[in-house]
């Protein structure tokens, strides 16, 4: 059998001697101070063992990786019903891009381009305060992890609530179609704080558990969705997880995957592992340079890949 901590431990070093790491987000201030040169992956089996290599007990900032947790926590609350919010095809676009709405009226292709994702946190809002919405995204994700001490990063939440026009442009156009239920601050403030949620590896690839596993999650037990809501949300990761880079994403890994421009990535290969990396370097469509190179290389020597060896 391969030796899934060697496996890492090679990847980890190919990872340290890298040349181009790709280019730290620049557009949220807070995100642009962080050291391009770390790189952490973590692997969470099924049986909750998690293996671990280079810097993968340093917290960064999840981004739209919380997108997943989001989706599933309102699929939770409103079933297919969500589906008449955001649809589930590709969008070929960039994460931030707006030029779909006007066409499609205000129902943004997916629920992983921001301006799904807004629609989501718009649903997640439904019936709570901005904070007790906040808190709800959190106390989903720690029971996931099974772990309390994961966190909001308040700076980079005021970093990007500071420079949030284009989001704050993509919510008003939703709303300017009928399609909102809150005051777009609020919603804003709900988007904005899931997205600061500050994990380490470790810790998002327990969390992510429960979508290699049925559903289930094997740490504390809880069915968390359905089975065959699992395959669907892993279905949509593989088709939308990373934006105008998904079809690219699919090719190299092969595996259901969501990015996030603090240059985390969950990705999941389902009955098998649930795997977390991040490099804060991304490429040229916002997504983590050598966390791509890494699951690239993971899911080949694993033999990984949903599409075979
Ligand atoms: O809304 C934004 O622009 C960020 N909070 C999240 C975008 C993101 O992570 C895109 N992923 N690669």
Redesign the pocket.
């Known amino acids: 059998m391969t030796d899934l901590q060697q496996v890492l431990d090679e990847i980890a070093l190919d990872a340290a001697m890298a040349a181009d790491r790709g280019v730290v987000a620049q ?2 201030p807070e995100l642009a101070k962080v050291d391009p040169r770390q790189f952490g992956i973590a692997v969470a089996l099924p049986d909750g063992q998690v293996v671990c290599a280079g810097d993968a007990e340093t917290a960064f900032s999840i ?3 919380s997108k997943v947790f989001t989706l599933s926590m309102a699929l939770g609350k409103y079933g297919d019903s969500l589906w008449s919010r955001v649809g589930r095809e590709p969008s070929g676009d960039p ?2 891009s707006i030029v779909q709405l006007e066409q499609e009226k205000g129902r943004p292709r997916n629920p992983f381009i ?1 301006a799904g ?1 807004i629609a989501i946190a718009d649903l997640v809002l439904s019936g709570h305060q901005p904070r007790e919405a906040i808190g709800e995204i959190v106390r989903f994700i720690r029971h996931l992890a099974d772990d309390d001490s994961i966190r909001i990063d308040e700076r980079v939440a005021r970093s ?1 609530t500071e420079h ?1 026009d ?2 704050a442009s993509l919510a008003h156009f939703m709303r300017s179609f009928g399609r909102f239920s809150h005051q777009v601050d609020h919603v804003l403030g709900v ?2 704080h899931q ?1 600061a949620i500050a994990m380490t590896c470790h810790q998002l690839a327990r969390a992510g558990l429960f979508l290699a596993s049925q559903g289930q999650n094997p740490l504390t037990g809880t069915q968390v969705v359905p089975p065959q809501r699992a395959r669907r949300i892993n279905a949509i990761m593989l088709m939308c997880g990373h ?1 105008d880079g998904s079809g690219e994403f699919a090719y190299r890994v092969g595996l259901p995957g969501k ?4 240059g985390g990535i969950l990705a999941i290969a389902p009955g098998k592992a649930s795997i977390a990396v991040w490099s804060p370097g ?1 490429d040229t469509v ?2 983590s340079k050598l966390g791509t190179a890494a699951l690239e290389q993971l899911a080949k020597r694993m033999e990984w890949s949903v599409f075979g060896a």
């Open positions: 557009y949220i981004q739209s990786v994460f931030n921001n994702a990007e949030g284009r989001n988007y904005f997205c934006y990015s996030g421009v603090g991304l916002g997504n």
